[in-house]
């Protein structure tokens, strides 16, 4: 009877100190992420800008897929580079409503404190070029935001996964690169613009993209902006244009953006990884950003942008692809030996 006892008492003590670890382990974090959904942005995870950051082996934007993802998580090892930019501070966006990023039009969100940059490379994914840029961050083990044209993206689907792989964050910028600020454009017209664009990205990663958007030639119009905040889609225009596009030379991009960066101290920086003169100028760009103690912000979305079914499925028919496009390729192809 004693012994029955004692073995009661010990079981209920048992379950007692589980619940208390439990309670200091997991508890924290649900509470954390509930006290924050007011806010538009969040700090995730600061890392001193000198160590090497460790490369995360997850993918932003798979994060939604419920079954297997297209971008399958790979396994990498820490940063080999122990001088490298890395990156200073991951910084998590609440999309709600629309906010908008860049000073050349809106000076609301002002996130970024002395010397710090965010990198972003719009009208990608194209051949050796976007990869030229993916290797020059990962050089410098550092992250990026990347607005992809729709239909680059259908063209080179396979470098747009290797922008997810890498860990970069990929946002949108229309299907065609249209200026949706032209008086000839209609409200529906931009929208099938825009939607057309996220589905592009969708097809091509096979995953969600962030409900990031950076309007061709930064060319924003009321009712496309009122359209993006009824998506929950953040606008990004910038702080500095590098102007890469019409440069003669890596080193006039170099020159460029470091002249407006000494003078602003900080910034969003618009780039192009479409550019060849841009993926030349990169690993020096990335070198004077460090050399000048500069520190790299990631921006992340909260959650991934739920694309509309009717532009995933009308992009899939015009495309004329198999219907099965959107498996997940390790759900269709397997090695059974080798
Ligand atoms: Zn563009």
Not at 136 to 143: P, Q, S, V, W
Not at 174 to 197: P, R
Not at 240 to 258: C, E, G, P
Not at 279 to 305: C, D, I, N, S
Request: charged residues 20%; contains cysteine.
């Amino acid at each position: 009877m004693r012994n029955a006892l004692g073995l009661m008492l010990g079981s209920v003590l048992t379950a007692v100190v589980i619940t208390a670890v439990w309670f200091f382990t997991a508890s924290p974090r649900a509470d954390g992420a509930a006290a924050n959904t007011a806010n538009v942005l969040q700090t995730e995870r600061p890392v001193a800008a000198a160590k090497p950051v460790p490369v995360r082996d997850d993918v932003e934007v798979t994060a939604a897929i419920p079954a297997k993802p297209a971008v399958a998580p790979q396994a990498k090892a820490a940063c080999a580079n122990p001088d490298a930019l890395g990156v200073a501070r991951v910084v998590e966006i609440d999309t709600t409503g629309g906010p908008g990023f860049g000073f050349e039009h809106f000076k609301q969100l002002d996130f970024l404190t002395d010397k710090e940059v965010v990198l972003t490379f719009d009208d990608g994914p194209w051949p050796v070029n976007t990869p030229s840029v993916l290797k020059a961050l990962e050089d410098e083990c550092t992250r990026a935001v990347f607005f992809p044209i729709g239909k680059h993206a259908t063209y080179h689907p396979e470098i747009l996964k290797q922008v997810a792989v890498a860990g970069h964050t990929i946002g949108a910028h229309t299907w065609s690169h249209a200026n949706l600020n032209a008086k000839k454009i209609s409200d529906q017209q931009a929208k099938d613009e825009i939607e057309k664009g996220f589905s592009a990205v969708r097809l091509a990663l096979g995953a969600a993209p962030a409900p990031f958007f950076r309007f061709p030639e930064l060319q924003h119009g009321p009712a496309a902006m009122a359209y993006l905040g009824s998506r929950n889609v953040a606008i990004f225009s910038c702080d500095l244009d590098s102007f890469d596009f019409r440069a003669k030379d890596a080193t006039q991009i170099v020159n460029t953006v470091m002249t407006k960066l000494d003078k602003s101290g900080k910034g969003i920086i618009l780039m192009h990884d479409f550019q060849k003169h841009t993926a030349e100028a990169l690993p020096t760009l990335l070198r004077r950003l460090k050399a000048g103690g500069y520190k790299v912000v990631q921006m992340k979305a909260r959650a991934p942008l739920q694309t509309l079914p009717e532009y995933d499925e009308a992009l899939v028919k015009d495309m004329k692809l198999p219907t099965a496009s959107t498996r997940p390729v390790g759900s269709v192809v397997q090695t059974v030996s080798e």
